[in-house]
């Protein structure tokens, strides 16, 4: 059963530029999280996505923007992209009907990891 | 704003135990969890508290003080493989209940 695959592994772009990571949810699961993690630092929540629309958000600039297709995959945009937005940008899955216990709640990607220059 | 505590290092011997502390101070709780994250890899789950008390499972240990706005995570028996980051997170009662606020990490690293 596969987990959580995020693409591309790592990516190095420069400032100003735009990015698209990939993410597909480990299998039986429908929500999609995206996380950033920079350096040192506990992963920050971006957003989420449900039934293809994004339904929780938070405290990032509308330079970061979402989709989640009908297969339940997803996509984090980022653009005009920042010297600060070089980090892991971690995808987890889950299940909404799922029992909010332990291990249902999140399971995660082993992440993109963009550096910006 | 949210505000989740845990130590930046900390050190231990193959063999011995060691507790990772976790505070928090949060407008509102719906449970806490302990994650481990090997560099370069996913946090994967070790534990979850929703009440007071100690969770047991194997090796690793979670207590939670709900009024305190306190835990801890035991490990015991450490084993070099056990160095990692652990990381402290609290589900919210606002928001999606998949939406975690976390620690920014405690990275052990356990000596021979």
């Known amino acids: 059963d596969a987990g959580v695959t995020q693409s591309p592994t790592h990516l190095i772009k420069t400032r100003g530029q735009q990015v698209t990571l990939r993410c597909s949810p480990k299998s039986g699961h429908d929500t999609v999280s995206w996380y950033q993690q920079a350096l040192g630092q506990g992963p920050q929540f971006i957003f989420q996505?449900?039934?293809?629309?994004?339904?929780q958000r938070g405290n990032f600039p509308d330079r970061f923007s979402g989709h989640q297709f009908p297969n339940y995959s997803s996509e984090l945009n980022v653009n005009a992209l920042l010297l600060g937005d070089s980090a892991l940008y971690l995808c987890?899955?889950?299940?909404?009907?799922?029992?909010?216990?332990?291990?249902?709640?999140?399971?995660f990607g082993a992440g993109s990891r963009l550096t910006v220059l | 704003g949210q505000n989740i505590d845990q130590p930046t290092e900390m050190t231990a011997t193959e063999g011995a135990i060691v507790q990772i502390n976790c505070t928090y101070q949060?407008?509102?709780?719906?449970?806490l969890f302990w994650y481990q994250q090997h560099a370069g890899e996913a946090p994967t789950f070790l534990s979850y508290?929703?009440?007071?008390g100690l969770e047991e499972k194997g090796r690793f240990s979670s207590f939670l003080s709900r009024s305190k706005g306190y835990s801890y995570l035991l490990l015991k028996e450490l084993q070099m493989k056990d160095s990692a980051s652990y990381l402290c997170a609290v589900s919210l009662p606002s928001g999606s209940a998949r939406q975690l606020t976390f620690g920014s990490g405690t990275q052990l690293t356990v000596l021979p």
């Open positions: 996505y449900y039934e293809e629309e994004e339904r």
């Open positions: 508290n929703v009440l007071d």
């Open positions: 987890a899955s889950s299940l909404e009907a799922g029992t909010l216990s332990g291990a249902n709640v999140l399971t």
């Open positions: 949060t407008s509102g709780f719906n449970g």
